[in-house]
């Protein structure tokens, strides 16, 4: 794996990749509810029919829809992730381009996601969701602290939960951090034996003295 030769070269790859695809993931969010509006208000986008096309969902859970509605959990798990991240790039004794990068990758989802959980994207509840699925009345007009999800796959006649670049980040990330944790060795620690000379080498070092 390559190296970067300082902390700073290795926070500043870590942040600009970051950046990078948690704008990509926002700006492709944004651009694609403009596009099509909330879920239910178009049909979907197929790109390749009945293969893979773009439809918008809203998802207050994880990754698959787990844990739906627990927003108070997932943003404070994603501000410690966050934190623990940044900690793990400052840290890093192997100053690998690799996991730097990965990490970058994966802050990205982190953020992107975090964005809608906390209501940044400023959508709310309408009269539109109280028709079509069910949206309380009384809920009408407040923020949706949502996750917005658009592209989606199908696996023959089974559509593949709903995700987005952010999503995709997550993914992607934990495979290659499995990826490194297998292929880069883990550092030897020093034996005693390493670090005090022997009891021979000592003689000899006397003798030729």
């Given at each position: 794996?390559?190296?970067?030769?300082?902390?700073?070269?290795?926070?500043?790859?870590?942040?600009?990749?970051?950046?990078?695809?948690?704008a990509?993931?926002?700006?492709?969010?944004?651009?694609?509810?403009?596009?099509?509006?909330?879920?239910?208000?178009?049909?979907?986008?197929?790109?390749?029919?009945?293969?893979?096309?773009?439809?918008?969902?809203?998802?207050?859970?994880?990754?698959?829809?787990?844990?739906?509605?627990?927003?108070?959990?997932?943003?404070?798990?994603?501000?410690v992730?966050?934190?623990?991240?940044?900690?793990?790039?400052?840290?890093?004794?192997?100053?690998?381009?690799?996991?730097?990068?990965?990490?970058?990758?994966?802050?990205a989802?982190?953020?992107?996601?975090?964005?809608?959980?906390v209501?940044l994207?400023?959508?709310?509840?309408?009269?539109?969701?109280?028709?079509?699925?069910?949206?309380?009345?009384?809920?009408?007009?407040?923020?949706?602290?949502?996750?917005?999800?658009?592209?989606?796959?199908?696996?023959?006649?089974?559509?593949?939960?709903?995700?987005?670049?952010?999503?995709?980040?997550?993914?992607?990330?934990?495979?290659?951090?499995?990826?490194?944790?297998?292929?880069?060795?883990?550092?030897?620690?020093?034996?005693?034996?390493?670090?005090t000379?022997?009891t021979?080498?000592?003689?000899?070092?006397?003798?030729?003295?």
């Amino acid at each position: 794996m390559n190296k970067l030769s300082s902390r700073s070269s290795r926070l500043l790859l870590f942040f600009a990749i970051a950046a990078l695809f948690c704008a990509l993931d926002l700006g492709t969010k944004h651009w694609i509810f403009e596009r099509l509006g909330r879920p239910g208000e178009s049909d979907v986008w197929w790109l390749i029919p009945d293969v893979f096309g773009l439809q918008t969902s809203l998802n207050q859970g994880a990754l698959f829809g787990i844990g739906q509605g627990q927003i108070p959990l997932f943003v404070t798990l994603s501000c410690v992730a966050f934190v623990g991240i940044v900690g793990w790039v400052w840290a890093d004794s192997t100053r690998s381009v690799f996991l730097a990068s990965t990490l970058g990758l994966i802050t990205a989802g982190i953020l992107g996601n975090l964005w809608d959980r906390v209501g940044l994207h400023r959508m709310r509840w309408s009269d539109f969701d109280a028709d079509v699925w069910g949206c309380p009345s009384e809920m009408v007009g407040e923020p949706i602290y949502a996750v917005r999800d658009w592209i989606l796959v199908m696996l023959g006649d089974y559509p593949w939960p709903n995700f987005n670049i952010a999503d995709s980040c997550l993914v992607c990330g934990a495979i290659l951090i499995s990826v490194y944790a297998l292929v880069v060795p883990s550092p030897k620690p020093k034996t005693a034996a390493n670090e005090t000379p022997s009891t021979e080498d000592e003689s000899k070092d006397k003798a030729e003295n």
